[in-house]
């Protein structure tokens, strides 16, 4: 029995949707897994009726299956690639990617105004709003004294790029050693299945805008298995910080599949449950990333 697609899905919804699909087809979610209304809601920190919403609609475009009290799961062949699905002007989720992302290539200059931006990308003045609070918020945009606003300081300097690899070898090591770490026993297992496939290739096969991503998905998920709330933050900050700069430029001195190995032996150590020795390989890696740099 097929499932109908909201006539008028809401913002949210296809927000959501849309980035309910990325993860399948980045593999977080895996053919075959149940989709749970209240663990996608948790997951994605929204209420339970934007994801029944947004379920609909990935279920129309044949992503998820829908079975009578079985509820969703997603299908066999869902990592093929993402549908499009239709909605009226960038969400508040896109519109924030595409401003780090044309912020990264330069193509907006380091201050703006809000009509700026509504000329720029035609969106409805509600979602710009939303967009500047979460961009304020995780501290990548500032109001200037006078009228609009600027981006934050990015990493393009030695001197901040120094900064943020010294923060984050206290922060992130710290996180390891928090006493409400727990483990997401599957979410690491496809973590490493993620870094397994990646390191079949040579660096000169390897994406720096792939890698930046798996990149970024490891060091949050360690973040978010500390338990500690400002810990996840803090890493999504600076993982933040570092898209505002070309992926290529930041990885000018590609060392991939060591990151790589470097990884598998922290997730191994995790695996384990030696946190103290994951906390020293990890500080070892980020040292490791800072030569590099």
């Avoid at 380091?110 to 304020?136: C, H, M, N, P």
């Avoid at 600027?150 to 393009?156: C, H, I, R």
């Avoid at 500080?283 to 740099?293: I, N």
Wanted: proline share 4%; charged share 25%.
């Amino acid at each position: 029995m097929s499932t109908a697609a909201p006539a008028r899905p809401t913002p949210l919804q296809v927000d959501l949707a849309r980035h309910i699909a990325e993860d399948i087809v980045a593999r977080r979610h895996r053919p075959g897994d149940h989709l749970s209304e209240e663990a996608l809601a948790a997951a994605y920190k929204v209420s339970r009726t934007p994801v029944r919403g947004a379920l609909r609609l990935l279920a129309a475009q044949g992503l998820i299956t829908h079975r009578p009290n079985s509820g969703y799961t997603v299908a066999d062949n869902a990592t093929a690639g993402a549908p499009l699905i239709e909605g009226a002007g960038p969400t508040q989720n896109e519109l924030y990617r595409r401003l780090i992302d044309d912020r990264a290539s330069r193509g907006l200059p380091e201050t703006f105004t809000e009509r700026d931006l509504l000329l720029r990308y035609g969106i409805a003045r509600s979602v710009l709003a939303k967009t500047l609070l979460q961009l304020s918020a995780d501290g990548l945009i500032e109001k200037r004294k006078g009228h609009g606003w600027q981006f934050a300081p990015s990493l393009e300097n030695a001197e901040a790029l120094n900064e943020s690899y010294r923060f984050r070898m206290a922060i992130e090591c710290a996180g390891l050693l928090e006493p409400a770490f727990r483990v997401d026993k599957p979410a690491l297992a496809r973590m490493r299945a993620a870094h397994e496939a990646l390191i079949q290739h040579d660096d000169a096969d390897i994406s720096a805008t792939d890698f930046f991503a798996l990149n970024t998905s490891f060091h949050e998920l360690l973040a978010r298995f500390s338990g500690n709330r400002y810990i996840l933050q803090a890493v999504q900050q600076q993982n933040q910080l570092r898209r505002l700069e070309e992926h290529a430029a930041f990885y000018r001195d590609a060392r991939f599949v060591n990151s790589t190995n470097e990884h598998l032996q922290i997730i191994g150590a995790v695996e384990s449950g030696d946190q103290e020795w994951a906390a020293q390989l990890m500080r070892h890696h980020l040292k490791a990333s800072l030569q590099a740099s």
